[in-house]
Each structure stands twice: as structure tokens, then as C-alpha cells.
């Protein structure tokens, strides 16, 4: 069997937000994804903080507040969801959340390095999902985006696998998902899927585009009505489904992968400046 994995950078609370939430509704409903995984999400988190310098707030079902998982958990009938997140707004929260159609039967959230001039409190959130084909370790984040942050991605992709080496389930399938900030050609990626220096022996991650995507798979793009990008940046990959070495039986190997959020509305635009990325992964 497979379960359909989905991920997408939302853009916070960016733009007309509440008329691209339709958009964004709609879309992840055709997709109709078993697990959801999120970047820029929001959440109405008031005066609540999280605890210490590197800790990270975990949300889930029963939080107080209304938060874009929570709704998109209600509207879309994914039941289980977790929301971690660190950085917040005028009481509204900037996070990285997972949904999931199957029990969510672990969670945690991790506080990223930061950079020497600048903490743009990036979190990382891990979810291991009892699907009715076995567990599956999930992880999703959004790494700093500063072009020049390349040497602050490199240490919080080896934060993010040197954390996922110790939390990993023996037997699980490993997927690591999100808006890393960077190109396949990047230090950072390179590192993960075992082109450079890798920060953990033994844990390494394949690119689901490249196994059965097709065509450039450009996640930020001049064709998306949000995105404010120069003709000389051109059109990057920067959106991921990382999968690890697949176990026997060939579990964990991605059969399908395609774009999500790629058709505008007349009046709303595109839901979202990033597209996301649906795949179709074996367990």
C-alpha cells in the first residue's frame, strides 16, 4: 500500500490571507493527503511562549486558540495533528505543523541553530504515524532563508539528523519534508542526500523528485502570482520530500511525486508563493 504525503509553505499570514484560505483549503482536499506537513502555518497563541532560549511550543488537539492546522485538520477530516512553533507575531504564532488521517503516537518539536547575527527561531518537528501499513517517522522544518545562510542551513540540517538518528523508530520508513531555503545543488542538500559531507553515518535522505517527479519541479516560481522574484533569480526547487534508505520489501520508496497550489484563483491568486509537493510513498 502507499500513503500519500503531502508538503506546503502556506506564507503565514502574508498578502490577503483570508482570501487565498480557500484556495488553500480546496487544494489540500483534492490532493487529499493521509499526512500534511506544513511550513509558515499560524496559529492565535496570544501571550503564550515557549520556555527558555531553545525550547519550542507543541500543539496539538485541545490547544486553546484557533489555529490554520487545527481548521485545516476540521475541513479536510485529518484528525490528528501536531503544531510546533517558537516565533510569533502580535500573539500570532509562525510554525511548522503535520496532519495526519492515522494515529500521531509520538511527537517533538526541536529549536534550530541560529545564525551569529540573527535567530529567525526555526523549529523542526518530528511526528511518528501508526499508518495500517506500518510506522511511519515523519519529520517537517523550514530552514533560514537569507541567500547568504547557507553555512547556518548546513548546521541545522546536521542538527535536524543528528536528532532524527536518535528519535528514529527501528523498522519505520524516514521522511524528511519541508522548505529548506536552498537548491538540490546547495552544501545544505547535498548534505542530506549524501552528495557532500553527511552529518550522520548511516542516515541519509533521497530526493522524491528526482526518483518520480517530473520536469524541473520549481517550488518558487515566476509563474506564481505571490512571488516576487527577479528575472535573474529564476525558478528554484526549494520544497522537499526527502525519503531515507527504503527497507526490505521496498517500504519507503516514493512512486508518484507532483506539485501542489499551482492553479490561481481570478481574484485570490495562488494560495499560497510557494508550491508545495504531493508523493505517493510505499509502506
Known amino acids: 500500500m ?3 504525503l503531502a508538503t506546503w509553505n502556506l506564507w ?5 490571507h483570508a482570501a487565498r484560505a480557500p484556495g488553500i483549503r480546496d487544494e489540500l482536499a483534492r490532493v487529499d493527503a493521509d499526512v500534511v506537513c506544513l511550513q509558515e502555518a499560524w496559529g492565535e497563541v496570544g501571550d503564550r511562549a515557549p520556555e527558555g532560549d531553545d525550547g519550542a511550543v507543541l500543539d496539538g488537539p485541545g490547544t486553546p486558540g484557533r489555529s490554520q492546522p487545527g481548521d485545516l485538520a476540521e475541513a479536510l477530516g485529518l484528525p490528528e495533528w501536531r503544531y510546533a512553533w517558537r516565533r510569533s507575531h502580535e500573539g500570532v504564532a509562525f ?7 492515522h494515529p500521531i503516537v509520538r511527537a517533538e518539536a526541536l529549536h534550530l541553530p541560529p545564525g551569529e547575527d540573527l535567530d529567525e527561531q526555526r523549529t523542526a518537528l518530528l511526528v511518528v504515524v501508526d499508518t495500517p501499513g506500518g510506522r511511519l517517522t515523519v519529520a517537517t522544518t523550514h530552514l533560514n532563508f537569507l541567500w547568504d545562510h547557507s553555512h547556518v542551513r548546513q548546521l541545522q540540517v546536521t542538527a535536524i539528523c543528528r536528532w532524527l538518528a536518535d528519535r528514529r523508530e ?10 529548506l531555503n536552498a537548491e538540490p545543488i546547495s552544501d545544505e542538500v547535498r548534505m542530506l542526500t549524501g552528495r557532500a559531507a553527511v552529518p550522520v553515518v548511516g542516515l541519509g535522505f533521497h530526493d522524491a523528485w528526482e526518483a518520480a517527479g517530473e520536469g524541473d519541479g520549481a517550488t518558487w ?4 502570482t505571490h512571488t516576487p522574484n527577479p528575472p535573474f533569480e529564476g525558478d528554484k526547487r526549494i520544497d522537499y520530500v526527502l525519503f531515507g534508505w527504503p527497507l526490505p520489501g521496498g517500504r519507503g520508496v516514493p512512486v508518484r511525486a507532483e506539485l501542489v ?3 490561481a484563483d481570478a481574484d485570490a491568486g495562488h494560495p499560497s508563493d510557494h508550491f508545495g509537493v504531493v508523493t505517493d510513498l510505499t509502506v
Open 2 to 4: 502507499t500513503v500519500r
Open 261 to 263: 497550489g499551482t492553479t
Open 221 to 224: 516560481s515566476r509563474a506564481n
Open 12 to 16: 503565514w499570514r502574508f498578502g490577503d
Open 95 to 101: 510554525g511548522n505543523a503535520v496532519l495526519s488521517r
Open 170 to 179: 527501528h523498522g519505520a520508513p524516514v521522511v524528511l519534508t519541508g522548505d
